[in-house]
């Protein structure tokens, strides 16, 4: 059964298009909406012949996610390789223009090349899930913006009246916005017993607390749909941007490693945060890194180490659905 490859560069508001098959072309540009989707879906039912259509999409930002859903709707295939991957493979093709036309043509040709296989969707109460941490996330983000403008102009002269009360209005709303989407999440855990169960064995690993949870779940479910279930702890690893990325070339080194750091920045900051706390604590990971220090390991490095750790074993424990057991790590 022959497939048509449908590469899209997404952006905020539009989007740029190319398919490849027998030969390759560029569709244009679409509004990155429910009409702009409707007019690719038309000019595709008159340029593309395959009996199958492929979209080849880069994750980036979430802009992405309301296209695909339409490509399920429709009933294509769909796949969201990793950019480092498409990046990589245009370097080793020679690729070196960047422009929004080149880098749809890209990805489809790269869909036709490496035939990624298709994905399926994320769950709905995943991805309902996901979109209430971000909203979280925005409201925290703007609630401390608010906060430090505050802050920062107390004591100083000069300052209306006005301004001081519509910043304490404005945190005021924030505040109960947001304690408002955090009861929606409490409900939707209450909602979803299997979600619930899943967190709350999560929290059974030591640096694995409530504002960590939640976040990682959605990474772990995100990584088992992407993978059908057959993922592995390295490549989940590289998925969030812990896997280490290193400069050698025979006895040279060109600079020193670190981390990739190609994936969800905020789960590995959260991921960090309850590492550097876990080993302090009385636990098996306070060993780990401690042995890693003995090493003459960087503390940071350390820390960022036990951060794979806590990813290695919430995936296990996601995985096979069982808890925590700290006799298997006591030594």
């Known amino acids: 059964m022959s497939t048509s490859w449908l590469g899209v560069d997404m952006g905020k508001t539009s989007l740029v298009a190319a398919v490849c098959a027998d030969d390759e072309r560029v569709l244009g540009s679409f509004r990155n909406d429910a009409s ?45 390789p990793n950019p480092r991957h498409v990046r990589n493979w245009a370097k080793g ?16 040709r790269y869909g036709l090349a490496c035939q990624p296989a298709a994905q399926a969707p994320l769950a709905q109460e995943v ?23 505050l802050q920062g102009m107390a004591g100083r002269p000069g300052i209306a009246p006005a301004v001081h009360e519509s910043l304490a209005q404005v945190i005021a709303a924030l505040q109960e916005a947001l304690r408002q989407v955090e009861e929606a999440l ?42 059908a279930g057959t993922g592995s702890t390295k490549g989940l690893t590289a998925f969030l941007g812990l896997d280490p990325k290193t400069h ?3 006895s040279s080194i060109w600079r020193r490693p670190v981390i990739s750091k ?4 905020e789960v590995r900051r959260l991921l960090y945060m309850g590492a550097l706390s876990a080993v302090h604590g009385r636990n098996p ?28 074993w919430a995936w296990t424990i996601f995985l096979h659905q069982t808890t925590w057991n700290p006799a298997l790590h006591t030594n």
């Open 93 to 108: 093709m020679g690729r070196r223009t960047k422009t929004d036309r080149q880098d749809a043509l890209l990805l489809a």
């Open 285 to 312: 990971l306070h060993i780990f890194y401690e042995r890693l220090v003995g090493r003459g390991k960087a503390r940071k490095l350390a820390v960022v180490a036990a951060a794979h750790k806590l990813l290695t």
């Open 127 to 149: 991805s309902e899930l996901d979109s209430l941490l971000k909203r979280r996330q925005d409201l925290e983000q703007i609630l401390q913006q608010e906060k430090n403008r």
């Open 248 to 250: 050698v070339s025979g």
């Open 186 to 227: 409490a409900q939707h855990l209450q909602q979803h017993a299997q979600l619930h169960a899943e967190a709350e064995r999560l929290l059974t690993i030591p640096g694995i607390g409530r504002k960590v949870v939640l976040p990682l779940l959605v990474i772990l479910h995100r990584w088992h749909t992407l993978t």
């Open 36 to 80: 702009g989707f409707a007019d690719l879906a038309q000019q595709l039912a008159s340029c593309a012949r395959a009996a199958e259509l492929h979209l080849v999409v880069e994750p980036t930002s979430g802009y992405e996610l309301a296209l695909v859903a339409f490509a399920y709707e429709q009933g294509w295939q769909v796949s969201l």
């Open 262 to 265: 190609m994936g969800n920045a």
